[in-house]
Nanobody, 126 residues
Framework: QVQLVESGGGLVQAGGSLRLSCAASVRTFSNYAMGWFRQAPGKEREFVAA????????DYSDSVKGRFTISRDNAKNTVYLQMNSLKLEDTAVYYC???????????????????WGQGTQVTVSS
């Protein structure tokens, strides 16, 4: 069983920055591709960013590309999401997901992830 705990959410003004963290309790973190998703009120959970097992390859949704950066530290069992130039529409609960894989890919679909954290709220104000 893998436990994921997100942190770093909060209230920030538009144009500001936040860094989210997701700590994983797992023996071999490098066996997992990781992703960030978000869910705004009344909307489906949507893909934000993903990273492969060794951190060498990443992917982003069009809505955050150029503003958000996903990274990971396998020695600390942690994945990060640096969010810059935040917009009102970035307001959502942010979740990290983990996928056990032997491949070197990242994953965009919710259904591909095996484990989820409880989420952290990000609120962007005007």
């Amino acid at each position: 069983q893998v436990q994921l705990v997100e942190s770093g959410g909060g209230l920030v003004q538009a144009g500001g920055s936040l860094r989210l963290s997701c700590a994983a309790s797992v023996r071999t973190f490098s066996n997992y591709a990781m992703g960030w998703f978000r869910q705004a009120p009344g909307k489906e959970r949507e893909f934000v960013a993903a990273i492969n097992r060794n951190g060498g390859s990443t992917d982003y949704s069009d809505s955050v590309k150029g503003r958000f950066t996903i990274s990971r530290d396998n020695a600390k069992n942690t994945v990060y999401l640096q969010m810059n130039s935040l917009k009102l529409e970035d307001t959502a609960v942010y979740y990290c997901g983990a996928k056990n894989t032997y491949g070197s890919f990242w994953y965009r679909r919710r259904s591909e992830y095996d484990y989820w954290g409880q989420g952290t709220q990000v609120t962007v104000s005007s």
